[in-house]
């Protein structure tokens, strides 16, 4: 039998994530890896999804996604970023994140068009902009003044007559960057110059820390119209394994991605969006304390990793921590990935995986900080045995 795999998809196989879970099962290892909180979200919002299964919310919801979930997403919009959207047209909602950006690139792509990312980049997207059988380009984002960055010029040099839409993610994973005005600026002039549209990833976008500033591309001028907005549940409420994210965009655009999305899921998850919706609305206080307990588990990893004698740099957002492996006399991320729960019982995902230039991340190791204090003082326990 030939190989039932198309071409396209075989670089993939299994994702890093479940490979290092697999591994962390298998030794008994303290999973920093995977960034999925061992916490669950706010209580009366779990309670408000029993309350719908239990009162009969079990059937298809509308294909656009609840209209009470629609219409907190248009609030919340409106409220916290000052951005109107229509929640009859302009909104829709995915199973989560990832189904939106496949959704967006499978709808904006025809074969051999090109899409932008900044590496590393969250895996999906490159498995995204494979099944439309585009091309994506990777622009580097590089160390510079302690936080990952990229190079105007090396951006504008990936645009091409071929090149259909730019994904941002920001808050940043897996780097914890935040982009800045002038950041986005510079990303927001590409697009328009060149008539791209942005796919912008900011399920991260209420875990920003130390004051800085989460921007939304949409407001700058001139973006609203060419931005495709994708957001969460999952990260925002403690909630991952409820899969339920939302799109936000132009009526033209929204009506495009939704053409594809009702073939791969038609729709999402009923009990979810209830829920969701009343946290929109009821549970920013429970977000606002979230982010603060994050932030001091962020500097309680951190201040570990570096006595541990990681080189570490200071994530501005996310749940991730990047270091540096190299003061430790390591040089290959991937080898060192694997070694560690032999090494220190802990596991981590070596950041080269997600570049098309690995050697750009060969140095990285990124840690996940969303865990009880308890769990992240003993894998800092178990660390410092590296040194």
């Known amino acids: 039998m030939r190989e039932p795999l198309v071409r396209r998809m075989r670089e993939f196989g299994t994702t890093v994530f479940a490979t ?25 919002m779990l309670e408000r999804a029993a309350e719908a ?37 302009e909104i829709l909602v995915t199973v989560g994140a990832t189904e939106a950006i496949s959704a967006a690139v499978l709808a904006l792509c025809e074969p051999g068009d090109e ?19 585009a091309v994506r380009r990777a622009v580097t984002l590089r160390v510079d003044g302690g936080r990952f960055t990229f190079d105007p010029a090396e951006l504008e040099a990936a645009v091409t007559p071929r090149t259909r839409a730019i994904l941002v993610n920001s808050p940043h994973n897996p780097t914890g960057t935040v982009f800045t005005r002038e950041e986005l600026e510079c990303v927001a002039r ?19 820390f130390d004051g800085v500033e989460h921007v939304p591309l949409a407001t700058l001028p001139g973006m609203r119209e060419r931005t495709i907005m994708i957001s969460s549940a999952g990260k925002t409420f403690s909630v991952t394994g409820w899969k339920t994210g939302w799109v936000c965009a132009p009526a033209p655009l929204i009506g495009a991605v939704r053409t594809v999305k009702q073939f791969l899921t038609y729709t999402a998850s009923a009990p979810w969006q209830a829920a969701t919706a009343y946290a929109l609305r009821e549970e920013m206080d429970w977000v606002e304390a979230q982010r603060v307990a994050l932030q001091a588990k962020r500097d309680r990893l951190m201040a570990g990793l570096e006595e541990a004698g990681f080189g570490v740099l200071r994530p501005a957002g996310t749940y991730f921590v990047q270091t540096d492996i190299r003061p430790l006399g390591f040089t290959d991320g991937l080898d060192l990935a694997r070694r560690l729960p032999e090494l220190a019982g802990v596991v981590a995902i070596p950041t080269q995986v997600f570049y098309d230039h690995p050697d750009r991340g060969r140095h990285f190791l990124r840690f996940a900080f969303c865990k009880r204090d308890e769990v992240i003082d003993e894998a800092v326990t178990r660390l410092r045995r590296l040194s």
């Open 53 to 89: 299964v239990r009162g009969g919310l079990n059937q298809y919801p509308p294909g656009p996604g609840l209209p009470e979930l629609c219409q907190a997403v248009a609030e919340h919009r409106k409220q916290w970023y000052g951005l109107s959207y229509d929640p009859d047209g």
């Open 20 to 44: 290092m879970t697999k591994l962390a099962v298998e030794t008994g290892s303290i999973n920093l890896g995977q960034g999925f909180p061992d916490t669950d979200g706010p209580e009366r």
């Open 115 to 133: 899409v932008i990312v900044f590496e590393p980049y969250y895996d999906s997207y490159a498995a995204a902009v494979a099944l439309a059988g």
């Open 190 to 208: 590409v697009c328009r110059e060149h008539d791209l549209v942005a796919v912008t990833d900011e399920v991260y976008e209420h875990l920003a």
